[in-house]
């Protein structure tokens, strides 16, 4: 079985969209390389491929890497959505030969921010800085507007990373807003009614007396 790691090097949560960028360093003579990210949750699981941005090869190493790059909405992976959480490993396929559940490491810019143990970093030698297109696209559409519903947790101990859906903290804010905001809005729709039904005789009469020429 062929050996091969992947260098997960960002991860960018909007609120309707996850970006994944990673590369998978494979040997130098790897041909066809594919990726898939198997979603689980529970007893359900998917896989769904990772878009094959290039490759190239490193003589001094002896080894190829392979640029992977897609765009997952979470609320399509599973036929319904819940709180339970997703758990994403990788796998790859060279040819005919399939890898599960690659072992990883995490750029620094995932490390710093999530606490990643320095043995799981993948180093100043190839961080994939240079060859990564810029963060998530078309962050500015009307679907992705507000804060993330997702977090995740990288566990490379475990070869995958834990995705679950934000139920507190700076989340509570915008879900606060919003029930304010149609709760005064329904009051604001009942005072109109109750103000209709009240000045309804008065309308009435004014309408009448007018038809009479009084």
């Known amino acids: 079985m062929q050996e091969c790691k992947v260098m997960l090097n960002n991860i960018d949560i909007s609120p309707a969209r996850i970006r994944l960028d990673l590369a998978v360093i494979c040997g130098y003579d790897s041909v066809d390389p594919k990726v ?8 359900e699981i998917r896989r769904i491929p990772v878009l094959l941005k290039g490759t190239f090869r490193r003589k001094e190493k002896g080894d190829m890497v392979a ?6 909405f979470p609320a399509y992976i599973f036929n319904e959505e819940n709180d339970e959480p997703i758990y994403m490993s990788f796998e790859a396929a060279f040819g005919d030969e399939c890898v599960e559940d690659i072992p990883f490491v995490v750029s620094n810019g995932i ?37 993330a519903l997702y977090d995740y ?10 995705l679950k859906r934000i139920r507190s903290g700076e989340n509570h804010g915008n879900i606060l807003k919003r029930a304010g905001f149609k709760f005064f809005t329904s009051i604001a729709a009942v005072v109109n009614i109750i103000l209709c039904i009240l000045l ?4 009435s009469s004014m309408v009448f007396l007018q038809a009479s020429g009084l």
């Open 36 to 43: 898939r990210v198997i979603f689980r949750r529970n007893d």
């Open 200 to 203: 309804l005789p008065y309308l």
């Open 153 to 162: 947790t990288p566990q490379p101990e475990n070869n995958r990373v834990v």
């Open 67 to 72: 640029i992977f790059s897609y765009t997952y």
């Open 111 to 147: 490390a710093d921010s999530k606490g990643v143990d320095k043995k799981y970093l993948a180093g100043e030698e190839f961080n994939g800085a240079t060859v990564f297109s810029s963060p998530l696209a078309n962050a500015d559409d009307e679907e992705d507007e507000g804060e």
